[in-house]
C-alpha cells in the first residue's frame, strides 16, 4: 500500500514518462504500452511510447501506433533517446529483466527517473522503484486494466484504450485457450467488451490479416520444415535465413508457427528454431503439465511462461537443433513426469 501511495503521488501532477516494452513486442506488449499512453495522456501527462525494435504489421491499428518511435532505427534513436534522458518517470511493460530491451537496458538502469514495471513473467530483476507483478496475471495488459482502475480511473478507459488491452489479453491467453484463461481473465474482458472493444474486429485485425507471402511461406513450413518426433511427444520447426529470404519474411511472419506443432495428436512439446542474423532465435510452447520455461533457462539462456518460452543459441541451426533433440532425450522423465525441469 505504501509503495501504491507513492506510486499515486508520482502520478499526482503533470511528468515527462518515457515508456518501453521488450524486443520485437506482440500484442500483449504494444497492446499494454499503447493502452497505458493513452490513459496517461488523458490525465495531463507528457508520453512517448519507445520500441527497442520494430514490431508486426498486425499491430499498428493500435492508437498511438503513428508516434512510437523505434530505437534500433537510425532516424528514430537520436530522438528516442532525447525522451529518455528527460523522462521523469519510466515505465517497463511485459519484461522483468533490463537486458530484454537491448541497448535500452542500461540507459534505465542509469536514469535517475522514477522507475515503474508492470509485468507478469517470474523471476523479476529488482531494478524499479514501483512494481506492479504478478504471475497469476494472463498478461499485462490484464495489470495495465487492474492498475488504472486501483488509481480510481476506470471512467477514463475509452473504446480505444479498451482495444489496446484486449488485443493483448486475447493473444496471451492463445484466443482464450491456454490455461492462463482464468476467471479474471473473463471478466476483465467483459468490462473491456461493455466499454465499446470490438472483440471481433480485434481478432480479424491480428490473426486474419495475412500477406500472400506469409500465407505461402506457412504452407512451405508445415510441408517441408516441419519434424516429428513421435517417440519423444516432439515436433519442431526449423526455419533457414535463405527459407525467411525467400518468402520475404517481415516481423511477425512466423507468429503463431510453433502452435501448429503443438497441435497435433500425442505433442506435448513444440519448438520453432528461426535463424537470424544474430544467431537462432527459439520459441518453445507445451501442453500444461510441461514446464518449457525451466528447460529453455536451463539450457537455452531464456525463459518465459510455464507453457510459452523464448530461447536463443549462438550455435549453428543444425547443431542447435541436435543439442535440443539430445536434451529432450536426456530429460524426458522431467520434461514429460513432473511440473519442473531441473536447472543445472
Known sequence: MEALAKFKKELSSPKKIFITTHVKPDADALGSSLGLANYLIKKGHDVSVVTPTDYPYFLTWMKGNDEVLDFSKASDKPLATAKLEEAEMIFCLDFSVLNRVNELGEMIRKSKAFVVNIDHHQDPEDFADFRFWSTKAAATCELVYELIVEMGDKSLIDKEIAECLYAGIMTDTGGFRHPNTTKNVHLVVAELIDIGADS?????????????????????????????????????????????????????????????????????????????????????????DVAVNKFAASYFSGGGHKNAAGGKSTQSLKDTVERFESLVTQCQEELFHSESVTVD
Open 200 to 288: 471481433a474486429q480485434i481478432s480479424n485485425l491480428i490473426y486474419d490479416s495475412n500477406s500472400v507471402n506469409r500465407l505461402k511461406f506457412i504452407g512451405f513450413a508445415i510441408t517441408r520444415r516441419l519434424v516429428v518426433r513421435e517417440d519423444l511427444h516432439t515436433a519442431y520447426f526449423v526455419i533457414s535465413k535463405k527459407d525467411l529470404k525467400k518468402y520475404q519474411s517481415q516481423t511477425g511472419d512466423t507468429e503463431g508457427l510453433v502452435n501448429y506443432a503443438l497441435s497435433l495428436d500425442g505433442i506435448k512439446l513444440a519448438a520453432l528454431f528461426s535463424e537470424r542474423e544474430d544467431g537462432i532465435k527459439i520459441s518453445f510452447r507445451s501442453s500444461s
